[in-house]
Each structure stands twice: as C-alpha cells, then as structure tokens.
C-alpha cells in the first residue's frame, strides 16, 4: 500500500493557467508538507500544515494556495502558473512536526511551457 | 536530459566496499538529523536518524555520526551495492523548530 500518493506524477501545461495537485497518505500522520525540488536537486520547503492548520508558510508566492481538507489530505493549488515554477513537487508526512522522519511521495514533475 | 547542468557532488565506489557521505551542517542549535535516499524518479526514502544527544547510530548496513563541535554528519554504508546507487540527503531540524532543512545532497555511484 503507497503511504502518501500524489496526483498527477506529470504535469505539462502552459503559462497562465491554474493547475491542482494533490496528496494523501494513509499513515495517520498529522502534520503533511509541501515540497519544491529544482532542477540542481535542491529541496526546500513550502508549506506544511498540522490537523489541517497552516503552521509553515516559506514566503511562497500567494499563486500557490495549499488546502486541507481533513488531516489525511493536502493539496496544492496554483494560479497563473510561470516558467519558474517548473520543477518537481513532493507531499509528506510526519507523525510529529520537527523531530520525526518525513515520508515522501513519489512527487509531481510539473512543467510550464 | 534530467541530469542536464546538474553538478552534485559524486562519491564513486567499487561494489563490496564501504561508503562515507559526509554533510557540514549550518546550525549549532539544530538537535535532530536525517539522512535521506533518493532514486531516479523517486521520493526521497528515510534511512536513519540521530537526535543531538546522540554521536552514533547504527541500521542495517548504515551508521550514522554525528559531531556536534564541528557540526558534521556522516553516513557510513557498509558493503555498497549497487542498488545503493542514488542522491543522499542529510536535513536537519534548524533551531528545534517545526521544519527539516536540506543539504545539497551527493550522488553516490557503484560501480561493479
């Protein structure tokens, strides 16, 4: 059984439009993050949210919107989408925030034309 | 291709040999540490922690170190095989706060 499953695993749209990814795990989990990764493999974090509150917010441009539904799920809303964003996004979870391991999905390889 | 201006630092082992990655962390007051795999189209997959109260830790086939004076940490895997071939991360938990921060990760390759 995946832990946390993300959809689409491929994105491939043009500049300007609104485009969602979403993320679930089934770890019981209660804080989920939101992940960039670059083209240099660089990792660095977005958002992360606890029982559905936001409590990390990494100076991210308000384009990209997170939203939980419920504990189990967090998803990832972005507006007017730029070249720049291109890159690959990966959802985790933890059982606590700070001091447990994250588990990552399988990430979305998203690209603006 | 993917790997176009890529430039990670790459550790280049014979199969059967030990590996050491090795990580200089930023933040004396960080207090929890990970180290991460990565393969090829693939999330980032824990492979062991260290809390700041710690200097070692042993896995299967992995140990990690940590040395709090000059804030570095190491990832010892014994008998590399080639299925060890991916990126390796180390992140830390900067100012025991709520947030892993990430090291630019190494390129480990086997070689048969």
């Known amino acids: 059984d995946t832990a946390v499953s993300q959809t689409p695993k491929y994105l491939v749209t043009q500049m300007g439009n609104d485009k969602s990814i979403k993320c679930e795990q089934n770890?019981?989990?209660?804080?989920m993050y939101w992940y960039k990764q670059d083209s240099k493999k660089f990792l660095k974090i977005m958002f992360s949210?606890?029982?559905?509150?936001?409590?990390i917010n990494e100076t991210v441009p308000n384009r990209f919107s997170p939203k939980s539904p419920d504990k189990a799920h967090l998803n990832l809303h972005i507006n007017s989408l730029e070249l720049g964003d291109s890159a690959v996004y990966f959802c985790?979870?933890?059982?606590?925030?700070?001091?447990?391991?994250?588990?990552f999905g399988n990430g979305t390889r998203l690209t603006v034309t | 291709g993917e790997n176009v201006g890529l430039h990670l630092p790459t550790l280049s082992v014979q199969e059967g040999d030990n590996s050491i990655i090795n990580c200089a962390y930023s933040?004396?007051?960080?207090?929890?540490f990970i180290w991460y795999k990565q393969e090829s189209g693939k999330g980032p997959q824990f492979i062991i922690d260290?809390?700041?109260?710690?200097d070692k830790r042993q896995g299967q086939r992995v140990t990690v170190l940590l040395n709090k004076t000059v804030k570095h940490l190491s990832l010892q895997i014994a008998a590399t095989q080639p299925g060890d071939s991916a990126v390796y991360f180390c992140?830390?938990?900067?100012?025991?706060?709520?947030?892993?921060?990430f090291g630019t990760g190494t390129q480990l390759k086997v070689e048969l």
């Open positions: 933040n004396s007051a960080s207090d929890y």
């Open positions: 770890l019981g989990h209660d804080t």
């Open positions: 949210y606890n029982n559905k509150e936001l409590i």
């Open positions: 992140a830390e938990n900067m100012d025991g706060g709520n947030k892993l921060t």
């Open positions: 260290i809390r700041s109260n710690m």
């Open positions: 985790a979870s933890s059982q606590r925030t700070g001091d447990s391991p994250l588990h």
